[in-house]
C-alpha cells in the first residue's frame, strides 16, 4: 500500500527556532508538492518539484522558507526562523509524472506545526 | 482570482445521492475539472478528473455541461464517511489551487 509519509506529525516549537518537515514520496513518482492550510487561507501550493528541481516556489515566502530534494526519497521543507503565523497544517504530495494534466496527487497525512 | 465557485455547505441524507455543483464559467479549452475531498485532519484525497465528458469510476460520477462552464460531482450513494469538504479545481498543468470546498455533511 503505497503512501506518502511526512514527519513529524506534529511540531510544538518556540519562534526563532529552526523547523524541518520531511516528506517521503511514493516510490517512483517524479513530482512533489508541499501545501499549507489554515483556517484563514485554506490550502496554498507552496512549491512544488520535479525530477527533485523546484519548479515553481512562488508560494513561498523565499526569506524564511527553503524547499529541497536531497534525493528522490526524500523531500524537506525547512523554516528558519519560525514565527506565530507559520503556524498551519503542512501537507506534501507527489505524483506520478510532471508533465501529464491527468495526473492525481496524492497527500501525505500532514504535519501539524504550532510555533508559541 | 477565483476559477471555480461552490457552495459552502449542503448536507445529504445517507444512502441518498449526493449532487455537488461547481460553476467555472471562465475554464478554458485545456482546462480539466478535478475534484478532491478532505476528510477532517486528513490529507486530501483524489475523487475524480474530466475534460469534456462525464467520467465514472468507483468512488463517483462527474458530470460536465456541454459548455464546460459548470459540473457536478454525484455521489450515489452516500455513506456518513463521505462527510468531508469537497474541493473542485480547474487546472492545466501541476499548479493545482484549491478554493474554499463545499462541506459536506451526511445524516443519519
Known amino acids: 500500500d503505497a503512501r506518502v509519509t511526512q514527519t513529524p506529525r506534529h511540531k510544538v516549537t518556540e519562534m526563532g527556532q529552526e523547523v524541518t518537515m520531511r516528506c517521503q514520496p511514493i516510490?517512483?513518482?517524479?513530482?512533489v508538492f508541499w501545501y499549507r492550510q489554515t483556517m484563514m487561507q485554506g490550502l496554498e501550493l507552496l512549491a512544488y518539484?520535479?525530477?527533485?528541481?523546484?519548479?515553481?516556489d512562488s508560494g513561498m515566502p523565499k526569506d524564511r522558507f527553503s524547499a529541497e530534494m536531497p534525493d528522490a526519497t526524500l523531500a524537506t521543507l525547512k523554516i528558519q526562523p519560525s514565527e506565530p503565523r507559520d503556524s498551519a497544517v503542512y501537507f506534501c504530495?507527489?505524483?506520478?509524472?510532471?508533465?501529464?494534466?491527468?495526473?492525481?496527487?496524492?497527500f501525505g497525512p500532514g504535519t501539524r506545526l504550532t510555533v508559541l | 482570482d477565483a476559477k471555480t465557485t461552490q457552495p459552502p455547505s449542503m448536507d445529504c441524507a445517507e444512502g441518498r445521492a449526493a449532487n455537488l455543483p461547481c460553476n467555472h464559467s471562465?475554464?478554458?479549452?485545456?482546462?480539466?475539472v478535478y475534484w478532491y475531498r478532505q476528510i477532517h485532519s486528513q490529507g486530501p484525497q483524489y475523487i475524480i478528473h474530466?475534460?469534456?465528458n462525464n467520467e465514472t469510476n468507483e468512488m463517483a460520477s462527474l458530470i460536465i455541461t456541454e459548455d464546460r462552464k459548470s459540473s457536478t460531482l454525484i455521489l450515489p450513494h452516500a455513506t456518513l464517511r463521505d462527510t468531508a469538504v469537497y474541493y473542485c479545481?480547474?487546472?492545466?498543468?501541476?499548479?493545482?489551487?484549491f478554493g474554499a470546498g463545499t462541506r459536506l455533511t451526511v445524516k443519519p
Open positions: 474530466g475534460l469534456k
Open positions: 479545481i480547474v487546472r492545466v498543468n501541476n499548479d493545482m489551487r
Open positions: 504530495a507527489s505524483g506520478p509524472e510532471g508533465l501529464a494534466t491527468y495526473n492525481e496527487q496524492f
Open positions: 518539484f520535479r525530477n527533485r528541481a523546484p519548479l515553481d
Open positions: 516510490l517512483g513518482h517524479n513530482t
Open positions: 471562465t475554464i478554458s479549452g485545456n482546462e480539466y
